[in-house]
């Protein structure tokens, strides 16, 4: 079992720049692949970025994101990071993180088996 819990949201005004964390319970953590999501009011939740496990650290980024988002994991504090800079009105929403058992960073929200109760991100313009 897996606890996952999210912090680093909040307001922010366009252009602006915010680092979100996600601090993970329990020994094994860099055995997981870890994931942001996020979902915007009346929107499916969507992938924003991805990272495998620790023995491979490949990463997946969402099109809308790529140059300004980067996730990263520090294994020795339990911990992934969503690194996000030049935000616009449109990465407003609720931003989710979820762990993979199998460790590959995969896209869809059924492929995660553990999720956190999410943090609010506001982009005001």
């Known amino acids: 079992q897996v606890q996952l819990v999210e912090s680093g949201g909040g307001l922010v005004q366009a252009g602006g720049s915010l680092r979100l964390s996600c601090v993970a319970s329990?020994?094994?953590?860099?055995?997981?692949?870890m994931s942001w999501f996020r979902q915007a009011p009346g929107k499916e939740r969507e992938i924003v970025a991805a990272?495998?496990?620790?023995?491979?650290?490949?990463?997946y980024y969402t099109e809308s994101v790529k140059g300004r988002f980067t996730i990263s994991r520090d294994n020795a504090k339990n911990t992934v990071y969503l690194q996000m800079n030049s935000l616009k009105p449109e990465d407003t929403a609720v931003y989710y993180c979820?762990?993979?058992?199998?460790?590959?960073?995969?896209?869809?929200?059924?492929?995660?088996?553990?999720w956190g109760q999410g943090t609010h991100v506001t982009v005001s313009s």
């Open positions: 990272i495998g496990r620790s023995s491979s650290m490949s990463t």
């Open positions: 979820a762990a993979d058992g199998t460790g590959f960073a995969r896209k869809a929200t059924w492929d995660y088996d553990y």
């Open positions: 329990g020994r094994t953590f860099s055995r997981y692949a």
